[in-house]
């Protein structure tokens, strides 16, 4: 009897033990979930982004490209062609970009790659979709055949190279606010090490 009790005891030692430095033990199991920890974890909406002047321009600017895509493919026949087709490419390319874009703001994803300068990638298609909307839109109002659906497609045009004016506009002014913060953080960041240098010289002794 004496034997059995020894064992228990000794058994409810061991389990104290264990459950003791099992406490304390920094490699714990953790209940975070997998799933959690891949890089899509954090996506949300960005409801700030969307009422914002970048994020309604850019939606503006994906249903006029789209208006202006759907009009010019109703045209069956041309003659010439080339500013229809000019005007379909443009359209089309500046539907898939600019709504690309707005799907990349508008759920954080560019904060996932923050070695591109996002700013500078959206000045860069605004400034190109403006001119390449205007010209399109120039060339297409001068050789149509008056049809409902080159008039409708040229107004799009024209509405979408305005609102590509502004969103460039606004585009031009927070890149050069963000190079001159970045420039000023630069500038800062050199005086406080020079002052740092200039002070470790003042601290050393002089020879003799």
Known sequence: MRNTEEAEGLDGEASNTSMISGASSPYQPTTEPVHSRGVLGGIR????????????LKA?????????????????????CSGVYFF???SCTAFVVTGTLLVIFSLNLHTKVP???????DLGNTAASTLLFFLSSLVLACIN???????????????ATGVYVLNTFLAVRRWRRG?????????SEY?????????EMEARPELA
Not at 45 to 56: A, N, P, R
């Open 115 to 121: 070695h591109i300068n996002w700013n500078l990638t």
């Open 45 to 56: 909406c960005d409801v700030e982004y969307l009422k914002s002047y970048f994020g309604v």
């Open 145 to 159: 055949h008056n049809t409902g659906a080159e008039i409708s497609a040229v107004t799009f045009g024209f509405l």
């Open 60 to 80: 503006v600017e994906v249903v006029l490209s789209l208006l202006g895509f759907i009009c010019i493919e109703t045209i069956m026949m041309c003659s010439p």
């Open 191 to 199: 005086m406080r090490a020079r002052t740092a240098s200039r002070g």
């Open 179 to 187: 190079n001159g913060t970045q420039r000023a953080a630069q500038n």
């Open 88 to 90: 379909e490419f443009v």
